[in-house]
């Protein structure tokens, strides 16, 4: 019988889709730290537990969010598996074009797209008033992981180009803060109009 030591057995590190791994992953924006969970996971998939939780979703793997947010009504409604195939191959991508881990990118997209301000709508006296408020941390990152996911989606339609290559794009482009990006420049429109109602 062969005995083991303690110190032969290693720590196996948990990496994205056996590729990517967590470590040195940093959030820098400190109102989001709470809100993109960066718990390692290899298959981003935790079928619904955190639902019954107030404010649960935070605690979801932020690859995961992304993935529930690109099964949109329409045609890949309930398709989880597609959904994880096409982030799949925009992190292969993303990381061919950049050389950076794709999880890191991904972070820096969405503490860039996520706007710090917008508008609600409040009644006084049967007169509607657009006011500018602050955003919740949770709903910047959903905003932000909406507006990626939507700018892919309008890239892809009715366009031979696949909406992977668009994804990856579409994440790389607002990591940088570029304007091109559809995320980009739906947080700007948002806060212009918030500035122009404060």
Known sequence: ???????????VEIKLFNKWSYENVEVRDPSLKKYISLRPV??????????????????VPIVERLMNKLMRPGRNMGKKHLAYNIVKKAFDIIYLQTGENPIQVLVRAIENAAPREETTRIMYGGIIYHVAVDVAPLRRVDLALRHLTEGARNCAFNNPKPIEECLAEEIMAAAQGDTRSYAMSRKEEIERIALSSR
């Open 1 to 11: 019988m062969v005995e083991l030591r303690e110190e032969s057995i290693m720590p």
């Open 42 to 59: 290899i298959v981003p998939h935790t079928g619904g537990r955190h639902e019954h939780r107030r404010f649960g979703k935070g605690q």
